[in-house]
């Protein structure tokens, strides 16, 4: 890890001078401190499922932010180590919750904790990773250790919000649910987790506040791309790379920005056309996802919504840019952006 | 509060000095601690459950436990309020997870929240009380703070993992079952979250750690001696007084402390007459009941299991001699035993 003092760093095994890491590296490293991670513990009913869902992989964007974010700062990655598996742990504990109570079969094309174990191990199981990933949060002291895990706190807090408001739209019809409200919604559910993250991994660095402030918007704009991306792919993905079949939320009548958005900018006899659409409880699934994607390409939706996640990677790479840090610290930050704004699954 | 110092303390909104309180000083503080606390946020539907269950009242053993161990070594009762909100809004959450997960319509004669909300509130509202805890507890900051932490934690982790115990035991026959396998799957569902709110209470007094830990082992006898004293009130408790009907672990099949122990004392035809019962699907519940309690009566069951409580009281008291502190400070955790060895609900 690069360091200012010259004094260099721990990681992995080795010290390392001067040097400043790629993204790759940051994924790698995460990808290992998860392997040395195992739940073999009794009752093993409980931590089998624990171990299983946080053995399933995924993107382990949370923790890379973090660790990208303290060596951005000159953080002594080693402390921070422990907050990356907690974030990590966290996010797959609300999956896991998520998954239940949306009666979600498959996770990253593999059984959910409920399918597999039933509800009650699912509530159980999930609530014990949420304790792990506290676990992790308290393995290292630090001088900012009660703002650090404030801002963890606090966090969970606004996703737990997120979800809730995500499931009251169930509820409501497309017409009802307001852009801004969803916008806030994705705030709340996907993107604090992507801020926090990376002004956690800042604070283990004891980074200037007005520094951790910017890094903080560049995660909000970050995870507002992140999700429109996701609700772009489940329209447009290539299923055979995206992994899922798309019109999933179509199927579902989950009101997404695609949605919603279109509604903004259609007429109004193809807004009534849609609103119908999602409230014809006869109407056959796949008959739905081929009329409301007709609707959708007839009014140029795509190119809205691409141009709309474009403006907050701009956002957000106009946050990373005024940072007070090194720029080639920066760079596995910038990677990351970039990777996602091409992200096809 | 009592001070060694003569400095008085601030014990609601006013200072008293070098007086000790009564255990009714305690839970008035506790009872004025939460009407203060409101939780009438958006969105309502994610923190109604949560008003709702934390205003059912209940005991508030813990908070109290919390504020006396605070007291004993001279502690700034402010300090630990925060935590003794905490641990109360831990041990709601436990019980509002455990009432979705054991299928209880009631709790505390009132409809439990996934009967009144649905199973996915109870689920979210649950989890965002676990989170809520941890604001109480982040709320005051200490030389200690990592420590009272780690404890907390560590506590729900075992209540965690002693829930997964019992509802393993529910596809185990009763013979299956040991009596030490009992007692240590209510340590760690019921007895250490009382020993951790001793400790953390002391925790924040910054008692030196071998006092602690006196405290701590008298925490765990006590409660040990409340879950079996549960168990016997669910056998032989008052209907007019208990406000439940009695014999539901024998309705749900439940390894309870009666009916172990029953199987330890009882001849070999008998547990053969104890096991049938337990066993046939087609018996009537309340004949069943019946048939139970009348097998319990014929072995003298009901002194044999009293004697344990007292046993587990003994230690208790015994545990609390021993720790070095000012007598006239013990009285209210004396007092709060002595309540509890004769409770009737």
Redesign the interface.
Known sequence: MHNKNGKGALWGNQYIFNMAHTLNDYLREVENLFKEERFVF??H??YDPIDYTLRLGGKRIRPTLLLAANALFDGHLEEAKGAALGIETFHNFTLL?DD??DRSPLRRGQPTVYTKWG??TA??S???M???A??YF?RQ?SPR??EI??CF??T??EV??G???D??FEKRTIEDVSLDEYMDMIRQKTAVLLAGALKIGALYANAPDAEIEKLYRFGLHLGLAFQLQDDLLDGYGDTAVFGKKTGQDIRDLKKNYLVLRALQICDKQQGETLAKLYDDPDIDEEERVKQVMALYDAIGLKPSVEEAIGEEFRAAGECLGRIDADEALKAPLRELTATLVGRKK
Chains 1, 2 share one sequence.
Do not use: S
């Open positions: 009794e009752p009913e409980l919750h239940l109570m509800d009650n509530v159980l999930g609530d014990t949420f304790a792990l506290w676990r308290l002291p250790l009660r895990l404030n706190n606090e969970a807090i737990c919000e979800q809730q408001r499931m009251n």
